[in-house]
């Protein structure tokens, strides 16, 4: 094998569908060996996107066995879950708030006596 | 051209119902999407049955992130991401019991350890190249699947099966050098 096929063969699975450029192109054109290897990977390039539409298909059981492996969806993605510190700071608040009316009150009735 | 946009607007229906936690919406995903989902992972497993699982595993993931599915993909590249990531989990557990202490010693390289039967099976009803693909490493194979048969880029790959750019490249130059060899040898046969 001449240096230049060799390239041109290192080159193939690099390069994919695009196509070989400069003066390894010039070679390719030239060369019968080349242009056959050329030829060989586009070929396969064909073939394998091919594939993308030839499905193999699932066990009858697969759309059953999942339906009824699933759980129910994630609460927390619907619905944000509160931050357990929220409910506790409120009812701080209002604890603090009824605790202040109660001596104000408490303060009133002294004063008012 | 009517029927074409409801065709068209159905799935993104389905993908909205099950978002809000519709089961029968999703279900209808599962049915509609089975097909490419095991097909994604019978070719990265190599085995029917193992497919199987992970076929079950990925739809089981994706209900639960359906609320987190922002749709900026289509539903069905979305899955294959999920698929991707779920085989190669399952891939890893996979390594993890075979390879205890004393059997990694004695451990051959996968391509060796290719059943001709299953192979066969795994590419049932495919033509020679996929007969060829399931010749390949896994490591190689699903490099070679990402990028020529389903398009995805060099960073997109290396992303989902963690390895960098660099080794995705490497790995889909040896594999598509591989499949070449492998389909000469399938000419040769033939003849």
Redesign the interface.
């Known amino acids: 094998m001449k240096v230049v096929c060799s390239t041109v063969h290192v080159a193939?699975?690099?390069v994919?569908e695009t196509a070989i450029t400069g003066p390894l192109a010039v070679h390719v054109e030239s060369c019968m060996a080349c242009k056959g290897e050329v030829l060989?990977?586009r070929m396969?390039?064909r073939?394998?996107?091919?594939?993308?539409d030839?499905?193999?298909?699932?066990?009858q059981s697969?759309?059953a066995?999942?339906?009824s492996?699933?759980?129910?969806?994630?609460v927390e993605?619907?619905e944000p879950r509160m931050d357990p510190r929220v409910p506790m700071a409120a009812a701080a608040v209002v604890a603090t708030a009824a605790a202040g009316t109660a001596v104000l009150y408490k303060l009133y009735r002294d004063r008012a006596a | 051209m009517e029927r074409e946009r409801v065709e068209q607007t159905q799935p993104q229906d389905l993908v909205e119902r099950a978002k809000?936690?519709d089961?029968d919406a999703?279900?209808e995903l599962?049915?509609q999407h089975?097909?490419?989902?095991?097909?994604l992972a019978?070719r990265l497993m190599r085995d029917?049955d193992l497919?199987?699982d992970v076929?079950?595993d990925a739809?089981?993931r994706a209900?639960?992130?359906?609320?987190?599915f922002r749709g900026d993909a289509r539903f069905s590249t979305w899955m294959h991401r999920i698929t991707v990531n779920t085989a190669w989990t399952h891939r890893s557990k996979q390594r993890r019991v075979r390879l205890d202490p004393l059997e990694s010693l004695t451990a051959e390289p996968q391509a060796s350890t290719l059943d001709p039967v299953r192979a066969g099976e795994a590419a049932?009803?495919?033509?020679r190249?996929?007969e060829a693909?399931m010749q390949l490493t896994s490591s190689v194979r699903a490099v070679?699947v990402l990028?020529?048969?389903?398009g995805w880029s060099h960073s997109e790959i290396a992303d989902h099966l963690d390895i960098s750019v660099t080794a995705a490249?490497v790995r889909?130059?040896?594999g598509?050098?591989e499949?070449?060899f492998l389909?000469?040898g399938y000419q040769d046969g033939a003849r």
């Open positions: 193939l699975p690099t994919g060989r990977y396969m390039y073939e394998l996107e091919a594939l993308d030839n499905k193999h298909k699932a066990p697969l759309t066995a999942v339906m492996a699933l759980g129910p969806v994630e993605a619907l | 809000l936690g089961r999703f279900g599962v049915a089975q097909h490419e989902v095991f097909t019978v029917r497919a199987a076929s079950q739809f089981i209900w639960r992130a359906m609320p987190k049932s009803a495919s033509p190249i996929e693909l070679v990028k020529d048969v389903y490249k889909l130059h040896r598509r050098k499949l070449r389909l000469d």
